[in-house]
């Protein structure tokens, strides 16, 4: 039996996605060995039903952490902020780091596994890990360099990694792949604006030439290879402003994704002429930041623009609420003027109490004892003899 520890970016299950896909099948192959101890984000309210088919699959220590959408997008502008790359950021957890720690510490572990870059930072952060091999699974996993050198599958991999960014920005229906415009050209993206004609999104991925021209040892060589890139870029922007940017029915600009940081880095560090050109063709190159900041802004603008709509409605309801609001006033008012007669009819009443009780206290002060005799003697004084003579 052989320990492992699994390091993933996603919930590796359900198995209905390409990563997802990719992740399980992983995970299926080192339980097999052995107990799995996984660690991975959740990124989906409604893949929390499944921890525990997760839990039971691995067979080992789990360590699962949610991460929102509103959780990625502020720690990316966080990163932003303190210059930090964007996938440590978003991905950066001191939980996580400690739990993976401890688990390196009183585990015997014999195959580390880390399933996406993002998680890799985990194992270089981690003292125990150092020097350990990571597990070569070569011969199980088609290699990036090998998916990367085939121009079909790299188109594929730029157009796969753009739908992942433009999917968790905007909401559904702000955005259509693969559109058809009126030309009958069909754009990788199409993202729709408030004035109704859709901003163009199209993935090129110049990797090959790019390449060339970075493990050129000459200056002939580095020259012809920059030839080249210059060739390929430019077939690439001349591609999009014929056949994506049409007059009244799309945006005046279109943005060629470009699916590395490092690749567009190396285009406007080493040909700033073309980056000039591609500007002059109404054509933008962004990365995948810049695509996510992108993003973010039409985001707003779309924002911005339901809140126009929403102007009219928004003005009735604000007039609704200050007539609310008067009438408010003028029942305080009256039942001020209530209060003020109930106040006064208390004053009355109080008044007529204190009449009848000093009444009460002027019957109380009579004296009645002895009464009697003082009528007895009085009667007595007026009787007197009669006189013979009378």
């Known amino acids: 039996m052989r320990d492992s520890l699994f390091l993933c970016h996603r919930l590796p299950y359900p198995p209905n996605k390409g990563d997802k896909i990719r992740s399980h099948a992983l995970l299926c192959h080192l339980a097999k060995r052995g107990p799995v101890h996984l660690a991975c984000f959740v990124d989906d309210a409604a893949d929390l039903e499944y921890l525990d088919a997760v839990r039971k699959l691995a067979g080992g220590e789990c360590y699962f952490e949610p991460l929102g959408k509103g959780a990625k997008s502020w720690r990316s502008l966080v990163g932003l902020a303190t210059g930090k790359p964007l996938t440590t950021a978003c991905f950066g957890s001191r939980q996580l780091q ?36 990571l597990f070569d699974l070569a011969s199980q996993v088609t ?7 085939n121009k079909q599958l790299r188109g594929v991999f730029g157009q796969g990694r753009m739908e992942a960014i433009v999917q968790d920005k905007l909401p ?16 990788d993206c199409v993202v729709m604006l408030p004035d109704g004609r859709p901003l163009v999104i199209d993935a090129k991925f110049p990797l090959e030439a790019v390449t060339a021209f970075r493990d050129g040892k000459s200056e002939d060589e580095r020259k012809f290879a920059g030839q080249r890139v210059r060739h390929d870029v430019m077939k690439h922007i001349n591609d999009i402003a014929e056949r994506y940017l049409c007059p009244g029915e799309t945006q005046d600009v279109a943005l060629m994704f470009v699916p590395s940081e490092s690749v567009y880095a190396e285009l406007h560090d080493s040909f700033d002429d073309i980056v000039q050109k591609a500007y002059r063709a109404q054509v933008m190159m962004v990365s995948p930041t810049l695509l996510m900041l992108a993003i973010q802004v039409v985001q707003q603008i779309q924002k911005d623009a339901q809140m126009r709509e ?11 609420m200050m007539k609310d609001v008067r009438l408010l006033g003028e029942r305080a008012k009256k039942l001020q003027t209530h209060f003020g007669q109930a106040n006064d009819d208390i004053g009355n009443i109080l008044t007529s109490a204190n009449r009848i009780e000093k ?9 009645f004892d002895g009464d009697d005799a003082s009528a007895g003697s ?4 007026t009787v007197r ?6």
Not at 310 to 320: F, M, N, S, W
Request: glycine share 8%; net charge positive; aromatic share 6%.
């Open 172 to 187: 559904k229906g702000s955005y259509e792949f693969q559109y058809t415009l009126k030309n009958g050209k069909r754009p």
């Open 310 to 320: 929403a102007t009219d409605l928004i003005r009735t309801e604000v007039g609704h």
């Open 143 to 149: 290699s990036l360099q090998s998916v990367l050198s």
């Open 378 to 381: 009085a009667i007595a004084g």
């Open 98 to 133: 400690a739990w993976t720690g401890r688990i390196l510490r009183e585990r015997a572990i014999s195959d580390l596994v880390v399933f996406g870059s993002a998680m890799a930072p985990y194992l270089l952060q981690a003292p125990v890990a150092q020097g350990r091999v």
């Open 359 to 367: 009444r009460a206290s002027k019957i109380e002060e009579l004296e």
């Open 385 to 390: 003899k009669i006189q013979a003579a009378e």
